[in-house]
């Protein structure tokens, strides 16, 4: 039986064993949105009699137990399957043995190369609750979380969807300021578009400018403590 192999695209050129994978595989699935991206690299003329697109995940698992066993199969997913993508549960769902996972850069590594900070001391999060609003998936946190961890971290990156916006995100931190007498003007946020894509944007600013804002998807958000401290109160600030 041929093993899974989970590619991820978005950012860079993919290398020669993904490419090579692509080029015998017998179908490749992918979003609608990934097709798009998947549009504008070099193997996509070569293959793309063989890519299948499908919207809901429920359906490319499916189609991946019904057809396995007499198709190669090749996933396309998104930067790093593996970094709060769809890695983690093929791998449960099919084996470890079954599965082989080739990741791009991950959306967050991305971000902070654009904005020129280092995030080996920053705290990751996904905000995302699945591609179907309906049945969102329970997360470790949410909005109500975000200033804890900016009083125990003084960076923190975050994985939106649609629902948990950048302007989701931006008045969370601005209500906790009114209800616990904390300077918003100590933080500074980045909102990271489209990235990897022509038209992608970075919009950098205080919650009080991202609020009531509109951005486009996909992004991510990154929040810096500018101060040590942002008690109004606190001699050290």
């Given at each position: 039986?041929?093993?899974?192999?989970?590619?991820?695209?978005?950012?860079?050129?993919?290398?020669?064993?993904?490419?090579?994978?692509?080029?015998?595989a017998d179908v490749i699935l992918a979003s609608g949105r990934l097709y798009e991206v998947f549009r504008g690299y070099a193997e996509f003329e070569k293959t793309a009699d063989?890519?299948?697109?499908?919207?809901?995940?429920?359906?490319?698992?499916?189609?991946?137990?019904?057809?396995?066993?007499?198709?190669?199969?090749?996933?396309?997913?998104?930067?790093?399957?593996?970094?709060?993508?769809?890695?983690?549960?093929?791998?449960?769902?099919?084996?470890?043995?079954?599965v082989e996972i080739i990741p791009d850069l991950s959306s967050i590594q991305v971000a902070f190369s654009r904005i020129k900070e280092s995030w080996d001391d920053a705290f990751l999060i996904s905000l995302h609750g699945?591609?179907?609003?309906?049945?969102?998936?329970?997360?470790?946190?949410?909005?109500?979380?975000?200033?804890?961890?900016?009083?125990?971290?003084?960076?923190?990156?975050?994985?939106?969807?649609?629902?948990?916006?950048?302007?989701?995100?931006?008045?969370?931190?601005?209500?906790?300021?009114?209800?616990?007498?904390?300077?918003p003007s100590g933080l500074r946020m980045y909102v990271c578009e489209k990235l990897g894509y022509p038209d992608e944007r970075i919009t950098g600013g205080r919650p009080e400018e991202i609020a009531g804002r509109s951005f486009s998807e996909p992004n991510v958000v990154i929040i810096m403590r500018e101060d040590k401290s942002l008690r109004k109160n606190d001699p050290a600030g």
């Open positions: 039986m041929a093993k899974i192999t989970v590619i991820g695209i978005g950012y860079k050129p993919l290398g020669g064993e993904a490419s090579e994978i692509l080029g015998r063989r890519v299948k697109v499908i919207d809901n995940i429920e359906q490319t698992f499916a189609f991946i137990r019904d057809n396995r066993r007499t198709l190669s199969i090749a996933l396309l997913a998104s930067g790093d399957p593996l970094f709060f993508g769809i890695g983690k549960r093929i791998t449960e769902e099919f084996g470890r043995e079954a699945g591609p179907d609003p309906a049945r969102r998936r329970k997360l470790p946190y949410e909005l109500e979380d975000i200033p804890g961890l900016l009083e125990k971290w003084r960076k923190v990156a975050v994985l939106t969807d649609a629902a948990k916006n950048p302007p989701a995100v931006a008045e969370a931190l601005m209500r906790h300021a009114r209800e616990r007498d904390v300077l």
